[in-house]
């Protein structure tokens, strides 16, 4: 037993900052611990005097709320966990300055085939680490980078495209408060303000030219008030607020994509079939134009060098004696070169079908007037 006479209580009261919560310190033997933990356990003060026992003493409040704190924090996990599973797709999207209202929104809109989750960083990292190590899906940790600053998941399975777009939709516009960085140009345009003579001192101090026109502050030419990456100061937040202009807008942002493993920007979903067109024409131009340089066939290339081929073929059969039927053909042509313009002159009349007859009625109808005009009325020039 603790023999309070030889070690008396050392601290009793409250020592923590938490509401209704305190701890209580006495020394004991160290052959008495058993007497406060159950089941006892072999410690390594045996070897001590006496040991300095701690008991803390929590509000019931304290308790449920540390329970309750818990049991949400298990809840996140394992619905982050469940839509890992059930989604492919997923957009990462920036939350910053996102009211709860307009979240709601956005979670209405995408009802259906889509999930918004939000949440703490840490939270999500952890969680997603723990599940990738449990199924062995190392593309999730693809996940693990992207998740910073105010972020949030959109789980879908729908058309990403779609999916974006429907998200930007639910923007809000938002007045210009003091510190604020400005996401874009702020101009003021030219137009009557509906402000009396007695502002036009505020908007000199801020350098706009304005007029005095039927009793109201007009302004004359359009003014840059804010860049993008600037401030907001007190002055051009308090001559928005008096024009009643609400320059930004916010909203979800979409930042990354992750499909199935792969990570990409939310550009490539603005790529129609066109694009992808050009730029696998482009990749296959420079694929054949290596494979030429080097002389390594491939399937972009082997057209180009049967025609080269054959040029060289040709080249010798005509330098030499040598024959074949598509050479004689050729060589005819070098030997009277007046063979050669006729037979392009039907290629060219087929390309242009019925051009010399309607040049030919042309001509006719320029002729006919000055015809007429030799024998006018029916009498001659001298008549």
């Known amino acids: 037993m603790c023999n309070h006479g030889a070690f008396p209580r050392i601290e009793l009261g409250t020592s923590r900052t938490r509401e209704r919560e305190s701890y209580h310190q006495i020394k004991c033997q160290p052959s008495d611990?058993?007497?406060?933990?159950?089941?006892?356990?072999?410690?390594?003060?045996?070897?001590?005097?006496?040991?300095?026992?701690?008991?803390?003493?929590?509000?019931?409040?304290?308790?449920?709320?540390?329970?309750?704190?818990?049991?949400?924090?298990?809840?996140y996990d394992a619905k982050l966990c469940q839509?890992?599973?059930?989604?492919?797709?997923?957009?990462?999207?920036?939350?910053?300055?996102?009211?709860?209202?307009?979240?709601?929104?956005?979670?209405?809109?995408?009802?259906?085939?889509?999930?918004?989750?939000?949440?703490?960083?840490?939270?999500?990292?952890?969680?997603?680490?723990?599940?990738?190590?449990?199924?062995?899906?190392?593309?999730?940790?693809?996940?693990?980078?992207?998740?910073?600053?105010?972020?949030?998941?959109?789980?879908?399975?729908?058309?990403?495209?779609?999916?974006?777009?429907?998200?930007a939709k639910y923007k809000v516009g938002a007045p210009a408060r003091v510190g604020l960085v400005a996401p874009i140009d702020v101009v003021v345009p030219p137009g009557n303000t509906g402000l009396d003579p007695s502002q036009t001192s505020f908007f000199q101090v801020l350098n706009i030219p304005t007029k005095i026109n039927k009793g109201t502050v007009e302004i004359?030419?359009?003014?840059?008030?804010?860049?993008?990456?600037?401030?907001?100061?007190?002055?051009?937040?308090?001559?928005?607020?008096?024009?009643?202009?609400?320059?930004?807008?916010?909203?979800?942002?979409?930042?990354?994509?992750?499909?199935?493993?792969?990570?990409?920007?939310?550009?490539?979903?603005?790529?129609t079939e066109d694009d992808l067109i050009g730029k696998f024409a482009t990749g296959v131009t420079m694929v054949a134009s290596l494979s030429l340089a080097v002389a390594y066939p491939t399937l972009a290339a082997a057209p180009h060098m049967f025609i080269n081929a054959y040029k060289n073929v040709l080249s010798v059969a005509v330098a030499t004696e040598?024959?074949?039927?598509?050479?004689?053909?050729?060589?005819?042509?070098?030997?009277?070169?007046?063979?050669?313009?006729?037979?392009?002159?039907?290629?060219?009349?087929?390309?242009?079908?019925?051009?010399?007859?309607?040049?030919?009625?042309e001509e006719e109808k320029k002729e006919e007037p000055a015809e007429e005009s030799d024998d006018d009325m029916g009498f001659g020039l001298f008549d």
């Open 33 to 75: 611990l058993g007497l406060f933990i159950n089941p006892p356990i072999k410690t390594h003060f045996q070897h001590k005097p006496h040991v300095s026992v701690r008991f803390f003493f929590f509000s019931s409040s304290t308790l449920l709320a540390a329970a309750s704190e818990a049991d949400k924090k298990i809840a």
């Open 83 to 167: 839509l890992l599973d059930d989604y492919s797709q997923i957009l990462i999207a920036a939350a910053d300055n996102v009211g709860s209202t307009q979240l709601q929104n956005i979670r209405r809109g995408l009802r259906g085939d889509s999930v918004v989750l939000m949440g703490k960083n840490t939270m999500m990292k952890r969680s997603v680490r723990i599940h990738s190590e449990k199924t062995g899906n190392k593309t999730f940790l693809n996940l693990l980078p992207l998740l910073q600053g105010n972020v949030g998941l959109i789980f879908t399975k729908g058309d990403l495209k779609e999916v974006s777009e429907e998200v």
């Open 220 to 271: 004359i030419t359009p003014v840059e008030l804010i860049k993008k990456g600037e401030k907001v100061g007190s002055s051009e937040a308090a001559l928005l607020a008096k024009l009643g202009i609400r320059p930004f807008s916010y909203g979800l942002v979409v930042l990354s994509v992750y499909d199935n493993g792969s990570v990409f920007s939310p550009g490539v979903l603005d790529l």
């Open 322 to 361: 040598y024959s074949y039927p598509q050479a004689e053909e050729v060589k005819e042509f070098l030997k009277d070169p007046s063979k050669f313009a006729l037979a392009a002159a039907p290629a060219a009349a087929a390309a242009a079908p019925g051009g010399a007859p309607a040049a030919a009625k």
